[in-house]
């Protein structure tokens, strides 16, 4: 079974960083990418990070390009999101999933093959 626990999260004010993990177990991490998202209140699900644990390639959606750091510690099957510069928009709850084939268009919405943890709540004060 797929499992993926996401903690890290937190209260900081804007400027400040958090740094969030995703745990994941139930399958061969090294044939998954780890993809972080993001929903606000009253918005639709986004993709903020991928990691291809295969090759760790990275990818970085523009609202996060150089505040955000993804990596992978292929060893303990934990993916780490570090946020630095922290906005009041990064405002959300953030989910993990694992990516069956890696990152490939790992954005859309309708894109299959995404197994979900449950999600950690960040909160950037103003």
């Known amino acids: 079974e797929v499992q993926l626990v996401e903690s890290g999260g937190g209260l900081v004010q804007a400027g400040g960083s958090l740094r969030l993990s995703c745990a994941a177990s139930?399958?061969?991490?090294?044939?998954?990418?780890i993809g972080w998202f993001r929903q606000a209140p009253g918005k639709e699900r986004e993709g903020v990070s991928c990691?291809?644990?295969?090759?760790?390639?990275?990818y970085y959606t523009d609202p996060v390009k150089g505040r955000f750091t993804i990596s992978s510690d292929n060893a303990k099957n934990t993916v780490y999101l570090q946020m630095n510069s922290l906005k009041p928009e990064d405002t959300a709850v953030y989910y993990c999933?694992?990516?069956?084939?890696?990152?490939?268009?790992?954005?859309?919405?309708?894109?299959?093959?995404?197994?979900w943890g449950q999600g950690t709540q960040v909160t950037v004060s103003s």
């Open positions: 999933a694992a990516l069956a084939w890696g990152c490939w268009d790992f954005t859309s919405p309708n894109r299959p093959g995404k197994y």
């Open positions: 139930g399958f061969t991490f090294d044939d998954y990418g």
């Open positions: 990691i291809s644990n295969s090759d760790g390639t990275t």
